[in-house]
């Protein structure tokens, strides 16, 4: 395929709209020197924290990874940087490897840029001299905000189905909250969406550019594959079940019994977590763990709370961190994933997951009493406080 961006005009793109990459981003600088290196372009994030970006036309390769791992350790008004590849391809073997070096990325294709400014800014499009013309190759069906999965074909995805259970797929990416059910196996939707567009298309859909949950159940169940809420990840083999049938399956509700118990877990857990945030950010920052590593807007509402707390004459928490919500711990987590916490999770993605079934059962617990709780969420639940406490010993 023809490229029509140079890195160049990529480079003048994303400096006009970071939005591209990253909502809240405000441009510091391109091609700005950085130590001794001199970087595509800087931004500050919404967090306040400097991000560098890296740009590369076409597909990104070895020697590019190799590269933005350099940046590790530099400093920039004396504090550690984000840093974030981006390309017009990111092929998914380079995708765990930037994951798990802590090195983010993002997948900026010809089609995606060329509709972009057709819609946001015809100006810089016609600046570039890439107006769309009959010459640009047919892509897939597709738009800037949303993959559309309507012309996805049965056959494609009945193909990687087979694939992963004949064991030509060995990269599988486990499910959250659905599975796929075809054949009494379970599968992860959304990983069986991107390979079908490979399959269908040539080239593998990035699971950025579409959304799990309703997009994805819906594109399937259109297609004559159920999908169930459940919490193996898309991993278990189970009774066949006529597949007309599946969607009415109610999941297994638990006892109140379970859900006590399941709750006073969550609760010991998070007195755990909370710890290990506190002795380890304090470990890395010393006194002013909170000012340097916990997000801004997290830190505001932590202030906000102990405030009213004096404002309405009820002791004040002693640790800032126990104004923290559930959801917090991970943002605290991922904001400081490069310099402190990769070490100990290692697999940033796993984190994600297992803490968001965690925060789905704590919500249930605390803003939605009343609401079923199955035994598939009791058994996520379990599976991440035991691999979370494992990485935190």
């Not at 372009?41 to 560098?52: A, H, I, S, Y």
């Not at 997948?107 to 800014?121: G, Q, R």
């Not at 009959?134 to 892509?139: D, K, N, Q, R, W």
Request: proline share 5%; aromatic share 10%.
């Amino acid at each position: 395929m023809t490229l029509f961006f140079t890195e160049k005009d990529m480079e003048e793109i994303v400096s006009k709209h970071p939005e591209l990459i990253e909502e809240g981003l405000v441009l510091v600088g391109r091609q700005e020197s950085l130590g001794d290196m001199r970087v595509d372009l800087l931004f500050k994030d919404r967090f306040g924290e400097t991000l560098v970006v890296e740009l590369k036309r076409g597909a990104i390769k070895r020697e590019h990874v190799g590269q933005a791992m350099e940046y590790f350790g530099t400093l920039y008004d004396g504090k550690p940087v984000r840093l974030m590849l981006v390309g017009n391809r990111v092929p998914p073997s380079f995708q765990r490897s930037l994951e798990y070096h802590g090195i983010e990325w993002r997948e900026l294709n010809e089609e995606k840029l060329l509709h972009f400014l057709e819609v946001n800014d015809q100006p810089l499009l016609e600046k570039l001299g890439r107006a769309r013309t009959a010459t640009i190759p047919a892509t897939p069906p597709e738009s800037y905000e949303k993959y559309s999965l309507s012309k996805l074909s049965q056959q494609a995805v009945t193909k990687v189905l087979k694939a992963i259970d004949q064991g030509k797929i060995d990269d599988v990416r486990p499910s959250r909250t659905y599975c796929l059910v075809y054949q009494g196996r379970h599968y992860p939707p959304k990983f069986v969406i991107s390979k079908a567009w490979l399959v269908q298309y040539g080239r593998e859909l990035s699971p950025r550019n579409f959304s799990g949950g309703s997009q994805t159940n819906s594109a399937l169940r259109k297609l004559g594959f159920p999908t169930v809420r459940c919490g193996c990840g898309g991993r278990r083999s189970v009774p066949s079940v006529p597949s007309e049938e599946l969607p009415s399956i109610p999941g297994i509700e638990v006892t109140e019994h379970d859900r006590i118990e399941m709750f006073d877990e969550i609760a010991s857990f998070e007195k755990q977590i909370s710890a290990f945030l506190v002795k380890t950010l304090h470990g890395f920052f010393g006194e002013n763990w909170v000012m340097q590593g916990v997000p801004k807007e997290i830190r505001k509402r932590w202030l906000e709370r102990r405030d009213a707390d004096i404002k309405e004459g009820r002791p004040s928490e002693v640790l800032m961190i126990n104004y923290a919500d559930f959801s917090d711990y991970k943002e605290i987590i991922l904001y400081n994933w490069n310099n402190v916490f990769s070490r100990h999770f290692k697999d940033k993605e796993k984190l994600r997951v297992r803490l968001d079934d965690l925060n789905n059962l704590f919500r249930k617990k605390t803003m939605h009493p009343i609401r079923t709780i199955y035994k598939d969420e009791i058994g996520a639940g379990r599976i991440a406080i035991g691999w979370i406490k494992s990485k935190m010993e």
